[in-house]
């Protein structure tokens, strides 16, 4: 198995690091060549989704992306992947909008507003939640399914084939959520 992570910006290498502890054979998605390698996943890491998204588009990766996510590609955003998966974005702009969710953009404030709290992971149990400039999500619809709330806000979510957490489970050493994950690619 091999999974992608978009590599523009952002913590992707903290993603990286997470996939060599799992034993994952991992590639950097960084420019439309990048796609012809095959891949079973993509992760979509935190950073500026203002930023990533204008990269996308000016790096030609915005329509083949959107494209693959679409027809089935399991995708993992995390806090600005969040934001690019949303279908509408309080706050911002709408990038992929693929994930039926709405997210709150910068909820918890500035740089400052960041912390560390520990919850509940459906299916996973109690796992560390580490925000940064974090969004949340204020709405889920349809066949969307809630997580993980913290502070009784939605924090992660799954609709298919798509999975996204508010936090960075990148920046702390548990592994699972990143398991989760790669059972998603691998389709169990």
């Known amino acids: 198995m091999t999974i992608a992570i978009l590599a523009l910006q952002g913590a992707f290498a903290e993603h990286a690091r997470m996939l060599d502890r799992l034993d994952t054979t991992h590639l950097e998605i960084r420019r439309p060549s990048d796609l012809e390698r095959p891949f079973d996943g993509l992760i979509l890491p ?9 990269l996308l588009r000016e790096l030609a990766l915005y329509k083949p992306l959107k494209e693959m996510i679409q027809s089935g590609l399991p995708v ?11 279908k509408e974005v ?8 693929t994930m039926d969710i709405t997210a709150k953009r910068n909820a918890y404030g500035r740089q400052l507003g960041s912390f560390h709290t520990e919850d509940n992971f459906s299916g996973i149990g109690t796992v560390p939640m580490t925000f940064i400039r974090a969004p949340y999500i204020a709405a889920a619809r349809e066949d969307t399914k809630v997580l993980a709330r913290a502070d009784g806000r939605i924090v992660a979510a799954r609709q298919k084939n798509q ?3 508010a936090f960075h489970p990148e920046l702390d050493e548990d592994l699972r959520i990143h398991r989760y994950f790669l059972g998603m690619a691998a389709g169990t």
């Open 90 to 97: 309080d706050g911002g702009a709408v990038h992929f909008g």
């Open 76 to 86: 993992f955003g995390t806090c600005a992947g969040l934001i690019l998966l949303a």
């Open 163 to 165: 999975l996204v957490t």
């Open 46 to 54: 935190g950073g500026e989704s203002t930023v990533m998204g204008k």
